[in-house]
């Protein structure tokens, strides 16, 4: 799954845009990557916990 976004850069647009503002072309690749750190530390203490399903406490 390397290389493909997480975050649509569409469903972002709307959300920010009917909030009133704007949208950097830089947010959505940023915001994408902080959602793969995310995942990836809740990985890490679903494994910790000898789980193989991630849970919304893992987050």
């Known amino acids: 799954m390397n ?8 469903s972002v647009g709307l959300y920010l845009r009917g909030k009133g503002v704007r949208v950097s072309s830089r947010l959505v690749p940023q915001l994408d ?5 995310i995942l990836e530390a809740a990985i890490k203490r ?7 399903t991630v849970m919304v406490q893992d987050l």
């Open 3 to 10: 290389g493909e976004s997480l975050v649509s850069k569409n």
């Open 46 to 52: 679903a494994e910790l916990n000898g789980r193989s």
């Open 33 to 37: 990557e902080k959602a793969k750190e």
